[in-house]
DNA sequence: TCTGGGGTCCTAGGACCC
DNA sequence: TCTGGGGTCCTAGGACCC
């Protein structure tokens, strides 16, 4: 199995939108101005030499590389190119499972994975001008992980064989479904590497982060997985629409205004995709950061803008009307289909 | 480090039913 | 009439990923 991840993707297709800015530190993120609220969605190269990440304010991007060139996130423009890389890969005849704008996993029958792992990338460069690196895996979990060995524009293979090798003395955040927090935890019970991870007790990881959870950490730590590629397009189980606002709200008449605006936004995306909502939840953020949700499943399910917004209105009344909001939020939860791919987390 | 926006899944408590 | 056990649905919150 093999997993192909862009370099620097979104970076990379305002490098190809605008040549003048090749070699130049790029910061994309917001809404581009970093003076705003915003975080960085993707640092070139040469701006992560300054230390710039994703995820980081804008404010402290620009003060790591007050020289970069900042640019506002532009959907579209990444989608439009994410097509074109996604048709290119599944041009080369196999099953190719779509993980995001820059990320697929493709099932592969080859004598050497290596070479053609070196073929894929002629073929985005190619059609795209755009590099990226290959991960080969014995499984999803493997390939996803090898791929960051092999960045930028390389190839990287990890398999049973060479498993603890590579990754036994890492620390346990570079498992793809540990963060932060689990790392802390597993910490607190005396598990900070892989190598750790894999030998800990299974029936303590258990009793210690759930039933499920816990098992499958350590299953992560010994490179277990056995879904399969799965090219069955995605379909979504909810749409929503949030909005950080530069300033906070205080206005109670301007919050239900807004709820109202996102949550005709969400109507929007739902009727493109044809599919009721049956249940509508609300998110609030107070200032100066706490985040509440309230939800409520709807009497029947509707995609009518006016029960949608009616049910997302309805909703603030949980909410601390003498409280200024920083952060709005409607989402929608769609019918199952009965077609619907269960997704890939902890199922595996 | 003054902390986006779009998603997914798991957990846990309470309601309710038999 | 001081109280079981199992199942399902609803809801809020948390963690993670791109």
Redesign the pocket.
């Known amino acids: 199995m093999l997993h192909v ?1 862009l370099d620097q ?1 979104v970076a990379a297709v305002e490098v190809l939108h605008r040549p003048e800015l090749a070699g130049r530190p790029v910061v994309v ?2 809404r581009g101005d970093p003076a ?6 993707t640092a070139s190269y040469e701006a992560r030499e300054y230390g710039v ?8 991007a620009a ?1 790591k590389c007050p020289d970069a060139v900042f640019l506002p ?1 532009d ?1 579209p423009a990444y989608e439009e190119v994410s097509g074109t890389v996604m048709q290119t890969l599944r041009s080369l005849d196999v099953v190719v499972e779509v ?5 697929a996993f493709l099932g592969v029958e080859a004598d050497d994975p290596e070479s053609f792992a070196r073929a894929v990338q002629v073929a985005v460069l190619d059609v795209t001008q755009l590099h990226c690196s290959v991960g080969i895996g014995d499984n999803k979990l493997r390939a ?1 992980l090898a791929t960051d060995f092999g960045k930028p524009r390389g190839v990287f293979r990890l398999t049973e064989e060479n498993w603890y090798a590579v990754m036994a003395d890492r620390p346990t ?1 570079a ?11 597993l910490a607190g019970l005396g598990v900070t590497t892989v190598g750790e991870l894999a030998q800990e007790d299974p029936h303590r990881l258990a009793a210690e ?6 098992p ?1 950490y350590r299953r992560l730590a010994r490179g277990v997985d056995t879904s399969p590629v799965d090219a069955t397009p ?12 530069q300033s906070n709200l205080t206005d109670w008449a301007e919050v239900e205004a807004e709820v109202r605006r ?1 949550a005709a ?2 109507v929007e ?1 739902l009727s493109r995709e044809g599919r009721p909502a ?2 509508v ?2 998110k609030v ?1 107070y ?11 709807l009497p029947a399910a509707t995609n009518r803008a006016e029960a949608i917004a009616a049910a997302a209105v309805g ?1 603030l009344d ?1 909410f601390d009307t003498s409280r200024a909001i ?2 709005l ?1 409607v ?1 929608a ?1 769609m019918a199952s289909p009965p077609t ?8 595996c």
């Open positions: 991840d993707f993120g917001g705003e609220r915003g975080v960085v969605s990440r994703s995820g980081m304010p804008l404010r402290t003060r996130v959907g993980l995001g704008w820059d990320e996803k955040s498992l793809w479904g540990i963060g932060r927090k689990t790392a802390k935890r982060l759930g039933p499920t959870m816990g499958w995605y379909v979504p189980r909810a749409r929503g629409r949030e909005t950080t606002y996102l936004q969400v995306d049956v249940r939840g609300l953020r200032a100066p950061f706490e985040t509440h949700t309230a939800s409520a499943t909703l949980k920083r952060l939020g989402r939860e619907a791919r269960p997704a890939s987390q902890p199922n």
